[in-house]
């Protein structure tokens, strides 16, 4: 295969990346070790830059996979297959975009994966909501009891309950159906537990003063407890976004047309038809990419306030 | 009317008896200030007549009708919290109107309930902020317009000032005061200070493991405490107690000490003589005892604290109990070290049986 680029080809570039990226660690390393000496300002400076340049090496690290996907979409496939690899395109060609768009298909494939993912992270929060502040605020029997077992749901790998799953799907008539892409993940043992926590994190004393204000449970929920965890809610949103958006291979094994498939399996239908062109792919890559980066830069805030919520409290 | 009575009332958690048969009756329009210790249960009481809890046993009594089984929403009363409770989502404005809301009243008739409880508390320019751009004094305030808006016949107050630094908890103090004797009507407030308690209340409640120690105006608390408790409770520098045993001094009975005989006035000779106790309590406010050349008590100074308006003299008896004495500016300051002895006029000295702690007379 005249155009898959092999690991020996590979070789001079990734070796150039890690001398790179171990001489930026060594430096750091020194600087790091250099702060304990001197006056306290340079101290602090040095501690300060080794402290920014391990920084910069993780960012290159995570950055620069997606980069080069962005880059490789906009080369001749010849190119792509240069070496030294071009990190750089100079003449790029935006055709393939439209290409990947058109005889992708990916069109349909990205409304499949959003009114999947759509309906999943609806019912994510719906249902973890209502078990979080269950566990949170209420007392039933065998409430802790049905609290681990919510949580040993986490433990369980997706393989285990697959062909269970598969089987009870197909038993209903869903097989090739939104219904079989979406109801399996409408509720989490993760998303019971994050909302249980969040819920916990709220003052006692909020549920007590909206008592004497007579708010039941079902309208201090809505008006006070969901309000105020927010961000919890925010997170638990993105998590089951990102999860939903990229499911491969339960997709893959329901579904047996264009008509209910995900962008995931589109993807791999566009690499296996255009393997002469892979610039296509990765054109097409980036386009499945652009949903998700645009939802994380809107919420990126909540989603690291999510993390970090219940550490501090304000 | 806002009266509330607690009838025989009990509350356990767990194993722990937070509340014990526990009788209370606040009368209308009356200042109640529940007093004692952390973890005495004066807490739990609140929230038992705010129907946050549920008694074991015993009636709550709110007006005329008893409301164990109404919902606290129903209970006609307003509470404060120790930490406000405020809804921190909501601006100043949503946080007074919502309790009025919760309750479908029209919107044209809340913005008159809502300015004007805003304007009594000071809060008219702050309606639209949120409660975390506000200072400690200032949530304070909004949480006491949340209860007032709705006038309720009790206000339930559970350390409303404890979060508040010292002088803003004395002007609090008296804005609280005030407000009470406006609004005329009956606050329940909860403290473990002592110092809130005397200067706010028309009755102490004065309570010790879930049980009540006294009842009584604070004057009558200070003067005659009911019990060894109490009278170690209330007060500051608290009560000198020394302990002794009914004893016979030239025929007379006095409490003898290991630091020294004490005598008693002919009144107290026949209640102890009265009671069964064998050990005494012998308590005496540091502002009764003198410093001099003669009285019943020899002692030496071990040191002497100077707080500007007054002094604290704390002396060791022979025994080495030790007595605080508070003596005025003006008068003589002994030297630390000095050998002194401690007078005072027998009518202060105050009795308990030092096993069950109750008073022994009047």
């Excluded at chain 2, 404060?80 to 008739?109: S, W």
Aim: proline residues 6%; hydrophobic residues 50%.
């Amino acid at each position: 295969m005249g155009t898959e680029p092999s690991v020996a080809a590979l070789a001079p570039g990734f070796t150039t990346a890690l001398f790179a990226v171990a001489g930026i660690v060594v430096v750091a390393v020194l600087l790091r070790v250099a702060s304990r000496h001197g006056t306290p300002l340079r101290r602090r400076r040095a501690t300060k830059v080794s402290r920014y340049l391990l920084l910069v090496v993780l960012g290159v690290i995570v950055l620069f996979p997606i980069y080069i996907t962005v880059v490789n979409s906009l080369l001749a496939p010849d190119q792509i297959a240069q070496r030294p690899p071009l990190l750089f395109p100079t003449h790029p060609e935006w055709s393939t975009y439209a290409t990947a768009w058109t005889s992708g298909h990916l069109g349909r494939y990205l409304m499949n994966s959003f009114i999947v993912t759509v309906a999943i992270v609806v019912g994510t929060l719906v249902t973890s909501i209502a078990a979080g502040y269950a566990f949170a605020f209420l007392e039933f029997p065998f409430k802790r009891t049905i609290f681990v077992v919510f949580l040993a749901t986490m433990m369980v790998p997706l393989e285990v309950t697959f062909f269970t799953n598969l089987q009870t799907v197909v038993s209903l008539g869903w097989y090739n159906s939104y219904l079989a892409l979406i109801v399996p993940f409408l509720a989490t043992g993760f998303g019971a537990f994050l909302m249980r926590q969040a819920f916990l994190g709220l003052p006692g004393e909020l549920r007590d003063a909206a008592k004497i204000d007579g708010l039941g449970h079902l309208r201090f929920m809505t008006r006070i407890a969901v309000p105020l965890a927010r961000p919890a809610i925010a997170a638990l949103g993105l998590f089951a976004f990102f999860s939903a958006f990229n499911q491969y291979l339960w997709p893959l094994i329901v579904t047996k047309n264009d008509q209910y498939r995900t962008v995931q399996i589109g993807l791999k239908i566009l690499s296996r038809s255009q393997i002469s062109t892979i610039n296509v792919t990765f054109a097409g890559i980036v386009l499945a990419f652009i949903p998700l980066f645009v939802l994380l830069l809107v919420f990126q805030k909540q989603l690291i306030r999510g993390l970090t919520a219940g550490a501090v409290k304000g | 009317m806002g009266q509330v009575a607690l009838r025989g009332v009990s509350k356990h958690f767990g194993a722990v008896e937070a509340v014990r048969d526990f009788d209370l009756e606040v009368e209308d329009q009356e200042f109640l200030v529940l007093l004692g210790p952390s973890g005495c249960g004066k807490s739990t009481v609140l929230r038992i007549i705010a129907g946050l809890e549920d008694p074991d046993r015993g009636t709550v009594v709110i007006g005329d009708r008893a409301v164990n089984d109404v919902e606290p929403k129903d209970r006609d009363i307003a509470m404060v919290f120790q930490n406000y409770a405020l809804y921190p989502h909501m601006t100043v404005g949503r946080n007074i109107d919502f309790p009025l809301k919760c309750r479908g009243m029209p919107k044209p008739e809340r913005a008159g309930l809502v300015a004007s409880a805003a304007e009594a508390l000071g809060l008219t320019t702050l309606l639209d902020r949120r409660p975390a751009q506000l200072s400690g004094g200032q949530r304070q305030r909004v949480a006491l317009a949340r209860a007032i808006v709705r006038r309720p016949q009790v206000f339930l107050m559970d350390e409303p000032l404890s979060n508040l630094d010292a002088k803003l908890r004395v002007q609090t103090r008296t804005e609280l005061i005030e407000l009470q004797r406006r609004l005329t009507t009956t606050f329940v407030y909860v403290t473990h200070d002592q110092i809130e308690g005397m200067t706010m209340a028309d009755r102490l409640a004065v309570m010790n493991e879930g049980a009540l120690e006294q009842v009584a105006p604070p004057a009558e608390v200070y003067a005659h405490p009911a019990s060894l408790f109490v009278a170690r409770f209330i007060g500051s520098p608290p009560m000198n107690t020394v302990t002794g045993t009914p004893a016979r001094l030239d025929g007379e009975l006095g409490i003898g000490t290991s630091g020294g005989q004490i005598p008693l006035s002919p009144a107290q000779r026949q209640a102890v003589e009265a009671s069964a106790a064998t050990t005494i309590a012998v308590g005496m406010r540091p502002e009764r005892l003198t410093i001099g050349t003669t009285g019943p008590l020899p002692a030496t100074v071990a040191v002497v604290e100077s707080l500007g308006a007054e002094h604290h003299v704390i002396c060791r008896l022979t025994d080495d109990q030790e007595v605080i004495v508070r003596i005025g500016t003006d008068a003589a300051v002994p030297e630390e070290g000095a050998a002194v002895r401690l007078d005072f006029g027998v009518e202060h000295l105050h009795l308990f049986d030092a096993t069950t702690g109750d008073r022994i007379g009047r």
